[in-house]
């Protein structure tokens, strides 16, 4: 009697998700102790307490739990599920099989991870403060670096949930809400980083700093 064929697109079983989950988690403790060493501070260096602030020209930008810059960090999970479920189908069957959805999020913590990490290596803590409006960015606290890759994680798991097209509409509102309320987003910071360009600098800064 053949066996039953394999359901590719089925839902994991939560068993699935156990040793991408404990590396997932190994991989953010890595990131902190590296982070620690690079001497990045747990928290806001002006003592404000506060998880949440909303000022990204200020000094307490990247210094706390979440910011306005959080929404660019659930767009990264859910872009990381569309790339990484786009290149599963690409797979032949049998490694299609095992790349699993808990697999993919454990790809998608990677890179979230090495970005932290990047982020906050003196070359592109200069680059941020040369090229984009980030005048002020000392580079991430570990507690603000702890909260992207969170956001990271909740963003993939979100797009795993409502599938890649309606993943795709959410990055399209999440760009649209956040270049109207802080003049920036996820592709304005890819743009100034690799390409910056003056007109955009100067529409982002407040009037205060031009």
């Not at 797979?91 to 099989?97: G, L, Q, T």
């Amino acid at each position: 009697m053949p066996a039953p064929p394999v359901q590719l697109d089925a839902t994991p079983a939560k068993g699935d998700w156990r040793l991408p989950g404990a590396l997932a988690i190994g991989m953010v403790a890595i990131a902190i102790a590296l982070l620690r060493a690079k001497g990045r501070i747990w928290w806001c260096a002006g003592g404000d307490a506060s998880p949440w602030i909303t000022d990204v020209w200020s000094s307490h930008c990247s210094q706390h739990l979440v910011d306005p810059y959080t929404f660019s960090h659930l767009s990264h999970g859910l872009l990381f599920y569309i790339g990484l479920n786009w290149l599963r189908r690409l797979m032949p069957e049998p490694w299609r099989a095992r790349f699993s959805p808990a697999w993919m999020f454990l790809v998608a913590i990677a890179v979230e991870v090495s970005w932290e990490l990047l982020e906050n290596s003196p070359a592109l803590i200069e680059r941020y403060r040369g090229q984009t409006v980030a005048l002020n960015y000392t580079g991430d606290s570990v507690i603000n670096s702890i909260g992207d890759i969170v956001a990271c994680a909740i963003g993939f798991l979100i797009a795993l949930k409502i599938g890649a097209w309606r993943a795709f509409w959410l990055v399209v509102a999440f760009e649209v809400l956040t270049a109207l309320w802080i003049r920036d987003n996820l592709t304005l910071n890819v743009v100034m980083l690799t390409h910056p360009i003056e007109a955009i600098k100067q529409w982002q800064m407040p009037r205060s700093m031009r």
